[in-house]
């Protein structure tokens, strides 16, 4: 009688315990990878925060040399201070958020993109040094914001997996875990651009 009360006992506690502990793993390793994200997030902000740091510097040389593009730096700045009203938000997970972080950077990089075409006319300010550091500095960073977009993306797709696993899935829904979106390419992406430094 005590040999079967104790192998009962013995089954219940592996049937209590078991389910916690692969509740209690499972939600481990998803809050790491949800942190994971959040960390290659701040790197993407990183890289998007060192692009906005140099466009002032980028417009006062472009003024110098042609303060009559004023549309086009105004255009600049505009675009540059549209960026701190949508950073203060929970993006991550809020995908409306995300798509607007995502089209008000493309609209930086568009605007750049303008003043570089701009700069063309003016040969003086093709020559300056400040001007031509500062535009090696700006090509740099945006190969970086490149390659953390990336990191970003792969990040977010381990986690995404990751939480429609199962018994992920179960775990995920009851303590809220919610799908983190993606950086896609801009519409007409797929055409590369012709870029001409004047180098």
Request: no cysteine; hydrophobic share 40%.
């Amino acid at each position: 009688m005590k040999k079967g009360l104790l192998i009962g006992l013995g089954v219940l506690v592996v049937l209590v315990l078991f389910p916690a502990l692969t509740v209690q793993s499972t939600y481990n390793d998803i809050v790491a990878k949800e942190q994971a994200v959040n960390q290659q997030w701040s790197q993407v902000e990183n890289v998007y925060q060192r692009r906005a740091d140099l466009i002032p510097n980028l417009v006062a040389t472009v003024k110098g040399y042609a303060a009559h593009e004023s549309e086009v730096l105004e255009t600049v700045t505009a675009a540059r201070a549209s960026v701190g009203s949508i950073r203060a938000q929970d993006i991550l997970n809020n995908p409306a958020q995300f798509q607007k972080f995502q089209q008000t950077e493309a609209g930086i990089s568009g605007a750049l993109s303008r003043l570089l075409v701009v700069s063309e006319n003016y040969p003086n300010l093709k020559a300056n040094e400040n001007f031509l550091a500062l535009q090696s500095q700006l090509e740099g960073t945006e190969n970086r914001i490149t390659v953390e977009r990336m990191r970003f993306n792969e990040t977010a797709q381990g986690y995404n997996t990751r939480i429609k696993q199962f018994p992920a899935v179960i775990v995920a829904r009851f303590f809220g875990f919610s799908e983190k979106q993606y950086f896609q390419s801009a519409p007409g992406s797929e055409k590369a651009p012709v870029v001409n430094f004047g180098k």
